[in-house]
């Protein structure tokens, strides 16, 4: 895994305007997919856990997280990758490959590790003995952006303040602030939802133009150096797709859901529905 953004802030008051970077973007190149993480010990526990000097090394996934995640890796390749897939963007020829970006959160990354792990053996056992058809979209290997697992901040889970550690009960009390005052920190110096917002919706459209301009050919494979640059040649001015998999927290992906249905703040994060842990979630801009 590896590790490409600034270290996440933990603003407990905000003081500039807070915006969807998402509203000034017409379309977006790239598929995305939510992904919240499986169930982790946090959760078992019932306890918040934002804090990144603690969850990033604690807070693992249980063993039920740990199946979820694998059954994840499951249903995202029978909805999204095989050949008898009905998703309308199964076009295999339009696409690099998959790209994961996770959260550095131990829960987020140990889901994305298992979750890739199964997705790639649903690949293998879908290979036929025989390489007949060269055009068999189940003979050919599914490429991984940098072959790795990319790990962002960006993604982390909002940073509950005062409330770190304590009871679960008391995200309601956080909720409910969120509905009429999205950009306040609360009484607990919580990150505001509009805050978490504005640095997802940032980071999709980052994401969106970096992925645009990379194709599967950077990622390191054994082809020559001449191959490498004809292809590129080529494909010089064609936009690359992918499918990309965010993996991270439920609050976090539902508050970026509402810049994907290009909301004006975070208001309504809780009037969508629910993500159930390790849950898969097409993300559309809405037109």
């Not at 959760?43 to 856990?49: A, C, L, M, Y």
């Not at 829960?107 to 690949?123: G, M, V």
């Not at 189940?138 to 990319?150: A, G, L, M, T, W």
């Not at 010089?236 to 249905?261: C, E, P, S, Y």
Request: aromatic share 8%; proline share 2%.
């Amino acid at each position: 895994m590896s590790s490409t953004s600034p270290t996440q802030q933990q603003p407990t008051t905000t003081t500039t305007t807070i915006i969807n970077h998402l509203l000034a973007r017409p379309y977006l190149t790239q598929s995305y997919y939510a992904l919240r993480h499986g169930q982790s010990l946090a959760n078992v526990d019932k306890i918040i856990s934002s804090d990144p000097a603690i969850s990033t090394i604690q807070h693992g996934l249980s063993e039920l997280g740990k199946e979820q995640a694998k059954l994840a890796g499951i249903t995202f390749y029978q909805q999204y990758l095989a050949p008898s897939s009905s998703s309308s963007d199964n076009n295999d020829d339009e696409y690099e490959g998959i790209a994961i970006i996770s959260s550095d959160f131990l829960r987020a990354k140990e889901t994305a590790s298992i979750f890739l792990q199964s997705l790639l053996l649903q690949s293998q056992q879908q290979q036929p003995s025989h390489h007949d058809d060269d055009d068999d979209y189940s003979s050919k290997k599914i490429q991984i952006y940098q072959n790795e697992i990319i790990l962002n901040t960006q993604l982390r889970e909002r940073y509950f303040g005062t409330l770190n550690g304590k009871s679960d009960r008391y995200y309601q009390n956080v909720w409910d602030v969120d509905c009429f005052n999205p950009s306040s920190s609360t009484e607990y110096h919580v990150e505001c939802a509009n805050h978490v917002l504005e640095r997802t919706s940032k980071l999709i459209v980052e994401l969106d133009d970096w992925l645009s301009s990379t194709s599967s050919s950077d990622n390191g494979d054994d082809d020559d150096d001449g191959t490498k640059q004809q292809a590129n040649q080529i494909n010089n001015n064609k936009k690359k797709k992918w499918k990309v998999i965010l993996v991270a927290h439920g609050d976090v992906l539902q508050i970026m859901q509402t810049g994907f249905l290009r909301h004006v703040d975070a208001s309504k994060h809780r009037s969508l529905e629910h993500l159930e842990t390790a849950t898969i979630r097409e993300l559309k801009l809405t037109t």
